[in-house]
Nanobody, 124 residues
């Protein structure tokens, strides 16, 4: 059982920045895809962005493109989600997920392992 662990959530104001972390066992040697999703209250879990670990290729949702950046630290087996210029509508529980495949997909049902989530709240 793969265990992904997110951290870094919190309460910030609109316009602030925040960085989330996800520890991914074996990240440094993985060929798979790790993604970030988010789920706002009463809404479905939606795709935020993903990185294919083999070549660090990235894909972002239109709603976060230009504001959010995914990066990695192989030495720490950690994937990051740098979030800039946060908006109230970015408020959600953020999850990282791993897909045991090399193709990046936005469909949450195609991801095999999930973290427990970390809350991000953006106030106006």
């Amino acid at each position: 059982q793969v265990r992904l662990v997110e951290s870094g959530g919190g309460l910030v104001q609109a316009g602030d920045s925040l960085t989330l972390s996800c520890v991914v066992p074996g990240l440094a040697f993985s060929n798979y895809v790790v993604a970030w999703f988010r789920q706002a209250p009463g809404k479905e879990r939606t795709f935020v962005g993903a990185m294919r670990l083999r070549d660090s290729a990235r894909l972002y949702a239109d709603s976060v493109k230009g504001r959010f950046t995914i990066s990695r630290d192989n030495a720490k087996n950690t994937l990051y989600l740098q979030m800039n210029n946060l908006k109230v509508e970015d408020t959600a529980v953020y999850y990282c997920a791993e897909r045991r495949d090399t193709v990046i997909r936005m469909d949450r049902s195609t991801y095999d392992y999930w973290g427990q989530g970390t809350q991000v709240t953006v106030s106006s």
